[in-house]
Each structure stands twice: as structure tokens, then as C-alpha cells.
């Protein structure tokens, strides 16, 4: 399994959750990472990424409220979510390839973990 998604959960309006992407060592050398999200019913949806030199690129509706981070050590990517909105309500996909890491160019997905923000 190249990236292991983990930190999931449910989480009241306005809270905060951190979301973990392990890698092996090879993906998080070569590739950018990055999440996607989907909501039943809704396409996936780009979220954020960051490559290997610590930058980075939001949607506009998570900037602001969400940060991606490497931790090299572990070999993960991490999505701190802070002012959770319902609207944030979805399975989150860890993904890696090449920046900016369009949909078509996803080189690995990782198996979803669910967020679920409470009213």
C-alpha cells in the first residue's frame, strides 16, 4: 500500500481534525501529495497539495481554515482542518503525483477516511 490514509472522525461545526497520509519512501521523495475530498452525491474534489519543497495550494473555500504539512520523518502528509463547516462533510482521498496534482494526472490514491462535521 503506497499511502495510508488515517485520523478521520466526526467533529461539531467550528472544531478542528487532522487528517495523515503515510507514504513510502519512494512516493514522498518523487511526487507532491495532496488530498481530495467527496461528498455523497458530488464528483471528488481537489482539496490541497504540497510539494517537496514545502509548497502549497488550497481550494478557496478550505484557505485559511486548512494546512498541509510534510513531516519527514514519518513520510506523511498531514491536513490540519480547523472552522469545520457541514459543507466540509466528505470522504477525504489522499492522493500523490506530480504538481499540482490535477485529477488526471494522480498517480496513487490512498483509501478514503471519513469527515463528518456535525450542525
Known amino acids: 500500500v503506497q499511502l495510508q490514509a488515517s485520523g478521520g472522525g466526526l467533529v461539531q461545526t467550528g472544531g478542528s481534525l487532522t487528517i495523515s497520509c503515510a507514504a513510502s519512501e519512494r512516493t514522498f521523495t518523487s511526487y507532491s501529495m495532496g488530498w481530495f475530498r467527496q461528498a455523497p452525491g458530488k464528483e471528488r474534489e481537489f482539496v490541497a497539495v504540497i510539494n517537496w519543497s514545502g509548497r502549497t495550494n488550497y481550494r478557496d473555500s478550505v484557505n485559511g481554515r486548512f494546512t498541509i504539512s510534510r513531516d519527514s520523518a514519518k513520510k506523511a502528509v498531514n491536513l490540519q482542518m480547523n472552522s469545520l463547516k457541514p459543507e466540509d462533510t466528505a470522504t477525504y482521498f489522499c492522493?500523490?503525483?506530480?504538481?499540482?496534482?490535477?485529477?488526471?494526472?494522480?498517480?496513487?490514491w490512498g483509501k478514503g477516511t471519513q469527515v463528518t462535521v456535525s450542525s
Open positions: 492522493a500523490s503525483g506530480p504538481w499540482p496534482l490535477a485529477p488526471r494526472n494522480v498517480r496513487s
